[in-house]
């Protein structure tokens, strides 16, 4: 039966082609994903700059969740960076092994030029450029026979070397001056020096060098990290051990290899953190739309060679034979397309993964991976999946009595099993109990991890209902169809009622594309636009202060408070802190144990904004409900209602926070506020949580204008005075943030769109392959008195109905996850977003309906009637 089934492959090429394509792009669309789960799980990123340390010290960003037990524990990412206490230094200086210990000093600056223009460069001490290492070299003009002027190492507080793509970009050469800002504030220094990395593959970032003691002052007197080299025969792992064990008890982490670049890039641990729930979740939807979409064209194959297994039974052949045959040719051209996926696989991953890279999602210096286990998973779970569906049709197809090979039409097959309906209803529960979960548990944007799978869900159970949807579809639809497409709509409605079986087979992936697209899409736009609303009318300031780099200096508040034209001014800044107690007394939570509060903070964190007392309730919307916003100082806070309720707090109780950079701190607090559902966020004075923040400033001073002032004038005289500071609009503050969500939305469009067009190539591959086996019946047709044009009609009719009900079938399941979603998000029944998507998603459906229709009814129909009449079904 092996050879047979090899002849079978060769004069069937038509559906096998088309079972191959579903299988390929399955697995190479798995093989992606999972590519990008083992990136994110592995997190392998080599270090550029601190290449030659080799053991870093750091501060430890990974926090254990409040209010979880020993058994359910969990973990998040602080968001600042978490400074190393300088005791650590001496202790690590003292550990047996090390050669060196080199206090890193790290902070964001950047290089100012005449007309406005800005790089932004990461100011180090001179101590760190070894580890590179940095070399000097010449620069600027000729110095004798060299050609180049000798550069040396800063001295003094206003000297800087700068690495060679910096000096590039500002045209700088040894003894020039330029400015740099830093740390809110911005000062000349003389370029004493030109140095260039001797790193394989370079420092991709733009670097200048500070001397030790001002580097110390611009990073606030904090060390970043400790760089350690090993003693010459030293062996690093045991180095690292002895290091972690004089370390032990202080909130560090001890790194070698790949891992010391998340050390130089922190955006290393948050992209991962990003990176992995994507994959996992893109990943799991694209596997089980490849199940579906892989057994649905091999049941289709199947489907179609009923006829033929009769005519095999009539001459003798077993079921066994037929088994056999059957198995032999699925899982020949699933073999096959597995081994062109697996090499396919991983370029398409990379190039997903340099997607992210440039979106900003992940760090440039993460390696991608892609090893054996996304290959055996996404080729082991399709290949599982083709057999399963050909041991299927082979079990329905031996069924085939013999007789039925004299029969003039295939008999419609009976599809509604007990299986297949206990199947459905739990799909179809399954969306349900999730759009209640949006609805009812779910606040703002996170109601989208549940809104997701809705559709998927749904989708699936529509589908497994699909034959008895098509036909009930078909009752509705039969008398308006007749009544305005006359002959060839009679036709394409009988064909349509007695091919209910197959023309759901068609149905199905033209609702799976629609749906996918419309669900995941306006979810995307909604999120956007729920978030653009939330932030816009939380934001009432007419202007903002910025800097080009490391914050704003305090004192310029009261300065921007004198300004003509302004009626108030506060100090603005964002971070992300962590509830460990509620009341004072509850006990303490958090990675000392106990749950304190009512409820622990999720891993999301408390989002916190830093503002100004005297400044808050005229530059935000802010409105107490409770207490008063004026006594927002000190250690105090405001919470939103909502989340007050939850941690069990009043006005004047304490709550202790875990703030960013890992410091703990108990706050009083003072007010109440009715913050939006989802998207409220705690207020603290900003002289509290800026220095708990990276750059330990303020980032921006928001402004709001006296009735009838114009400040812009005044506020851009301010900003000339200060080198360094930027006055924008209310408008480009909007736009700032509206950038930011589109940035993260766009990765999700670029996932969801792969998906759904991997669920579009379903479709083209579905309706070629049902209109191929119709060769017979257009001979038929042709030899009783049809035209072409007219049988071109009815084909174009039955296309068009297959996409109507699809279209219908896939909104219907979009709607289960748009509706809670929308509601969730945006306290609103309709989605956000543009209409023209979703007549761009229904005229995409109807193009490949039509198209994959037409253009094989077109070829079939150039043959003779009566050539076409004795063709195989």
């Excluded at 904090?222 to 064990?245: K, N, W």
Aim: aromatic share 6%; hydrophobic share 50%.
């Amino acid at each position: 039966m092996w050879a047979l089934a090899v002849r079978s492959l060769r004069h069937r090429k038509g559906g096998f082609a088309a079972t191959f394509l579903a299988l390929f792009f399955g697995v190479v669309i798995v093989m992606a994903c999972g590519g990008l789960l083992e990136t994110g799980v592995r997190n392998n990123a080599p270090p550029e700059r601190l290449a030659r340390a080799d053991v870093l010290v750091t501060g430890d960003r990974s926090y254990g969740l409040p209010g979880r037990s020993a058994d359910d524990a969990e973990s998040a990412v602080l968001e600042e960076r978490v400074p190393v206490d300088g005791a650590a230094l001496d202790a690590v200086r003292g550990v047996d092994g090390v050669g060196t210990a080199v206090a890193e000093r790290t902070f964001d600056a950047a290089l100012l030029t005449e007309g406005g223009g800005r790089t932004d460069v990461r100011g180090h001490g001179w101590a760190s450029a070894p580890l590179a290492p940095y070399e000097l070299q010449g620069g600027g003009e000729s110095d004798g026979e060299s050609g180049a002027r000798k550069g040396r190492a800063p001295q003094g507080p206003d000297e800087v070397v700068l690495d060679a793509r910096t000096a590039r970009a500002a045209h700088a050469g040894v003894g020039d001056r330029v400015r740099l800002a830093a740390h809110g504030g911005s000062a000349v220094y003389t370029v004493t020096g030109i140095a260039s990395p001797r790193v394989e593959g370079g420092v991709e970032r733009h670097t200048v060098f500070f001397s030790d003691a001002r580097a110390d002052a611009l990073a606030g007197g904090e060390i970043a990290d400790i760089a350690v080299t090993a003693a010459s025969g030293q062996d690093v792992g045991e180095l690292a051990s002895r290091v972690g064990d004089a370390l032990d008890g202080t909130p560090v982490k001890v790194v070698t290899g790949d891992d010391r670049g998340a050390v130089e890039y922190p955006e290393v641990l948050s992209g991962r953190e990003q990176l992995i729930p994507l994959a996992a979740v893109f990943g799991g939807l694209a596997a089980l739309v490849a199940v579906f979409v892989v057994s649905g064209t091999v049941a289709l194959s199947v489907q179609q060679r009923q006829r033929e297994f009769a005519l095999m039974r009539a001459v003798g052949g077993t079921p066994r034979q037929l088994r056999r045959m059957l198995l032999g040719e699925t899982l020949m051209v699933a073999l096959l397309a597995a081994a062109l996926g697996w090499f396919a696989g991983p370029p398409a991953g990379e190039w997903l993964f340099e997607r992210l890279v440039n979106g900003g999602m992940v760090a440039h210096v993460v390696e991608y991976r892609s090893g054996w286990v996304p290959a055996v998973a996404a080729g082991g779970a399709l290949l599982l999946t083709a057999l399963a569906g050909g041991w299927a049709g082979a079990r329905r197809g031996v069924r085939a009595r013999p007789t039925e090979a004299l029969a003039e039409a295939a008999q419609q097959e009976r599809w509604l099993h007990p299986v297949r309906l206990i199947l459905a209803l739990v799909f179809l529960g399954g969306a349900a109990a999730l759009a209640i979960i949006t609805v009812k548990v779910f606040d703002g944007p996170i109601a989208a991890s549940t809104a997701g799978p809705t559709v998927m869900a749904a989708a699936m159970g529509l589908a497994l209902l699909g034959p008895g949807l098509t036909k009930l579809m078909m009752l509705l639809l039969s008398g308006p169809v007749r009544a305005f497409s006359g002959v060839g709509g009679e036709l394409a409605v009988l064909n349509s009622r007695a091919r209910a079986v197959r023309l759901a087979a068609v149905v199905t992936p033209i609702m799976l594309a629609t749906g996918m697209a419309t669900g995941q899409l306006y979810l995307q736009t909604t999120q956007v636009a729920a978030g653009e609303e939330a932030f816009q009318e939380h934001l009432r300031a007419d202007a903002v202060v910025s800097s080009a780099a490391g914050g704003v200096d305090p004192a310029l508040l009261d300065t921007v408070r004198r300004t003509d034209g302004v009626a108030a001014a506060s100090a603005y800044v964002t971070s992300t802190g962590f509830v460990e107690r509620g009341k004072a007394g509850n006990g303490s939570g958090g990675e000392n144990g106990g749950s304190g509060a009512e409820r622990g903070t999720g891993e999301d964190g408390l989002p916190l904004q830093g503002v100004s007392a005297e400044g808050v309730t005229k530059t935000t919307s802010v409105s107490a409900t409770s207490g008063s916003l004026a006594h927002l100082r000190g250690r105090t806070i405001a919470l939103p209602e909502s989340e007050a309720s939850a941690y069990g707090v009043a006005v004047g109780d304490t709550v202790r926070l875990r703030l960013g950079d890992r410091a703990r701190v108990d706050v009083r607090v003072v007010a109440l506020f009715e913050g939006r559902a989802g998207y409220g966020s705690a207020l603290t004075p900003a002289t509290l949580l800026a220095p708990h923040t990276t750059d330990g400033l303020p980032e921006q001073i928001l402004i709001r204008a006296e009735d009838g002032a114009d400040p812009a004038g005044p506020l851009a005289e301010l900003a000339a005075r200060h080198p360094g500071l930027a006055v924008a609009d209310r408008d480009a503050l909007l736009d700032a943030n509206a950038e930011d969500v589109r940035t993260q939305a766009w990765i999700n469009y670029l996932m969801v769109g792969m998906i759904v067009a991997y669920t579009a190539i379903a479709v083209v591959n579905s309706l070629v392959m049902a209109t191929r086996n119709r060769r017979r019946e257009f001979g038929l047709q042709r030899l009783a008195g049809a035209t072409s044009g007219q049988v071109l009609r009815m084909v174009t009719i039955e296309a068009l109905l297959a996409t109507a009900m699809g279209v219908v079938l896939g909104t219907l399941a979009a709607s289960t996850s748009l509706i809670p979603f929308s509601v969730a998000a945006a306290d609103s029944w309709w989605p956000s977003g543009p209409l023209w998507i979703y007549g761009a998603i229904v005229a995409t459906a109807a193009g490949l309906a039509l198209s994959a229709t037409l253009l094989p009814t077109w070829a079939a129909l150039r043959s003779r009637p009566a050539q076409a009449a004795l063709a195989a079904e």
